[in-house]
């Protein structure tokens, strides 16, 4: 009977605006938020559903234990109020956590937006020993947009889980200690900052920023004019997860170069040797061109096998150069990456839709 009285507020805040849905959540009410997200996967079931707008005022929506909330429908965006004040958390028992079983949200749909807020998974990495996996948004759909958005965890906070996915972040946040933007597809990140934790309760040990596993696409992740901060473990940029994995960085800040290891990748793949790991221009604080003339590097990886009886190592490697030259570089672009789909473009309309939306914002 509650939830039944609390659709039928919900609905009751929902508006109908020349053919978009709109609902407003009512401030720290994180249950008429969920019922919103079930109300506009429902409405939107069809990938040709007209945009469905979820604004919801900057406050604490406190999921408690709730994970893998699934937002199935298409078009759907979740805009908040501001970034910073807009928060969204859950907090999975330690003795849950994985990749798979964690995630704040897990995407579904096509063409789904989310804007100023931020998300949050409070699972206790410190405690949790050897693997603290807490996922803020596990995203099994494509051509999701993250504009203004802040994913705070500290293993596996952002992970692409569709291997034919394009997604795209802008000016977002995203917090982690060891491959906390993993998974496969083609990922642009567009001046985002990420800031690498420190990897153990007392600072030691080292971070990996992403573990890319790209397989069936021919960009990975591509990070465009983002901001590296450190806060105290030493760095590196990414590590192979699997198949053939791309990651590149271009006119990136590095506000602790210092921090980041004489290698820059790391080199031990996990299931692959063939990692394409590049990088471009490369700056500290004050804007100066640090990047390496040059940086030839053997990834390599050790499997054993039992062979007559025997355990037999066998090991693999593959040596290649992982800065771009210029010509290289230029290939990099939104419009060859992401084709006929244009974030940029979409991100520019909903920016004026929200502006109008955000008014009635209480």
């Known amino acids: 009977m509650k939830r039944i009285l609390l659709l039928i507020v919900c609905l009751g805040a929902m508006m109908t605006v020349k053919a978009q849905e709109v609902m407003y959540i ?4 994180v249950k008429a938020l969920l019922v919103a997200i079930e109300v506009a996967n429902k409405k ?12 919801i005022p900057d406050g604490f929506y406190d999921l408690g234990g709730t994970v893998l909330t699934q937002i199935t429908g ?10 910073e004040g807009t928060i969204i958390q859950n907090k999975p028992d330690i003795k849950q956590e994985g990749i798979s079983k964690t995630a704040i949200f897990v995407n579904r ?10 998300l949050k998974n409070a699972l206790d990495y410190y405690a949790a020993g050897s693997a603290g996996r807490a996922v803020t948004l596990q995203d099994k759909g494509t051509h999701t947009i993250c504009n203004r958005v802040a994913l705070l965890s500290y293993q596996d906070t952002y992970y692409s889980d569709n291997d034919l996915c394009q997604h ?30 420190k990897r153990s309760a007392n600072g030691s040990g080292r971070d990996v920023i992403a573990a890319p596993k790209t397989s069936k696409t021919a960009w990975g992740y591509v990070f465009n004019r983002c901001t590296i901060e450190n806060i105290i473990s030493p ?17 990136t800040t590095l506000l602790t170069p210092e921090k980041l290891n004489a290698n820059r990748f790391d080199t031990r793949g996990m299931n692959t040797v063939t990692s394409i790991f590049r990088e471009y221009h490369t700056m500290n604080a004050q804007g100066q061109d ?20 025997q355990d037999v190592i066998i090991e693999r490697e593959h ?17 060859n990456v992401f084709g006929d789909w244009h974030p940029d473009e979409v991100i520019r309309q909903v920016e004026k839709k929200a502006q109008q939306l955000k008014k009635r914002l209480k």
């Not at 939107?44 to 604004?55: H, Q, T």
């Not at 063409?111 to 100023?116: L, P």
């Not at 590590?239 to 590149?248: A, D, E, L, Y």
């Open 235 to 251: 760095f590196e940029y990414a590590r192979g997860w699997h198949s053939t994995p791309r990651c590149i960085w271009l006119y």
């Open 168 to 197: 795209y972040f802008q000016d977002s946040e995203i917090h982690g200690t060891v491959d906390f933007i993993c998974g496969d597809g083609d990922v642009w990140f567009e001046r985002c900052r990420i800031v690498t934790e």
């Open 74 to 83: 298409h078009h759907i965006a979740l805009i908040g109020q501001s970034m």
């Open 109 to 118: 749909g096509s063409n789904n937006y989310f804007q100023d807020l931020t």
């Open 44 to 55: 939107n079931a069809e990938k040709d559903s007209k945009p469905f707008y979820i604004m």
């Open 319 to 335: 040596t290649t150069e992982t800065i771009l030259t210029d010509d290289e570089a230029a290939q990099y672009s939104v419009a």
């Open 290 to 309: 640090i990047t390496p003339k040059t940086n030839v590097l053997t990834f390599s990886m050790q499997r054993k096998k039992v062979e007559n009886g």
């Open 26 to 29: 009512p401030k720290n009410d």
